[in-house]
């Protein structure tokens, strides 16, 4: 079957560091997108990994461990603008990607 | 820039309606896929294809129906709408697997928001 277990809602600081998980299981594995999505607005890519450990890209990072079937989303100096759903999506193969329920942050002043 | 647009933002239909959702992607990307995101479940693919008049059923298929008569354009058809499909459905297309990552990145449109009374 898949699955995918990511926290529903966080919270943190502006200026502070967040690290968002995500757990997986997949009939079939060949990377995973995050996607940040605002309220009332489109998903829209943030970072790929297809290969084990740390993906920078700016403020957000993306780890993978195929082995352990896990990855995290890290933010640094936390925005108020970051406050958006985060979507982990393995990728199963044949172009789909499989959504996970998305975990809602919310940045504090 | 990659642009996917949806015909609608907000849509309120009757119990019993067939209604049209109309997808348009304006880089030639070869697949597209129509989503539905309710809250707490994410998004879920309801249908998506990979070629002009080609599709494939996603996880719900259930009450949808589909078409692609061209490229660019992707249809999602509710043959008689119920109250359980009101929700907030989205399109995505994307470029077929050239072995590179970014040929895999999907792009939304805005979504449409539909009621269904």
């Known amino acids: 079957g898949q699955n995918i277990d990511q926290p529903t809602e966080m919270t943190a600081t502006e200026g502070a560091i967040v690290q968002i998980n995500c757990t997986y299981q997949?009939?079939?594995?060949?990377?995973l997108f995050w996607y940040q999505q605002h309220a009332g607005e489109a998903p829209t890519f943030l970072s790929y990994?297809?290969?084990?450990g740390l993906e920078e890209k700016g403020r957000f990072s993306s780890f993978l461990s195929r082995s352990k079937g896990y990855s995290y989303l890290l933010l640094k100096e936390l925005q108020m603008k970051d406050s958006a759903s985060y979507l982990c999506?393995?990728?199963?193969?044949?172009?789909?990607?499989?959504f996970g329920a998305g975990t809602r942050l919310a940045v504090h002043p | 820039d990659v642009k996917v647009t949806q015909s609608s933002r907000y849509l309120v239909k009757r119990t019993g309606e067939k209604v049209f959702l109309e997808c348009v992607q304006d880089?030639?990307?070869?697949?597209m896929f129509w989503y539905r995101q309710d809250p707490g479940l994410g998004l879920r693919l309801i249908y998506f294809?990979?070629?002009?008049?080609?599709?494939e059923k996603g996880d719900i298929p259930e009450g949808y129906s589909v078409s692609r008569e061209k490229k660019e354009r992707f249809s999602l058809i509710l043959e008689s709408a119920s109250t359980n499909q009101t929700s907030m459905y989205l399109c995505?297309?994307?470029?077929?697997?050239?072995?590179?990552?970014?040929?895999?990145?999907?792009?939304f449109g805005p979504g449409t928001r539909l009621t269904v009374t």
């Open positions: 995505a297309s994307s470029f077929t697997d050239s072995g590179s990552h970014p040929s895999y990145e999907q792009y």
């Open positions: 880089m030639d990307h070869e697949n």
């Open positions: 990994n297809v290969l084990d």
């Open positions: 997949t009939s079939g594995f060949n990377g």
């Open positions: 294809s990979y070629d002009v008049k080609m599709k």
């Open positions: 999506a393995p990728w199963g193969g044949y172009n789909k990607l499989i």
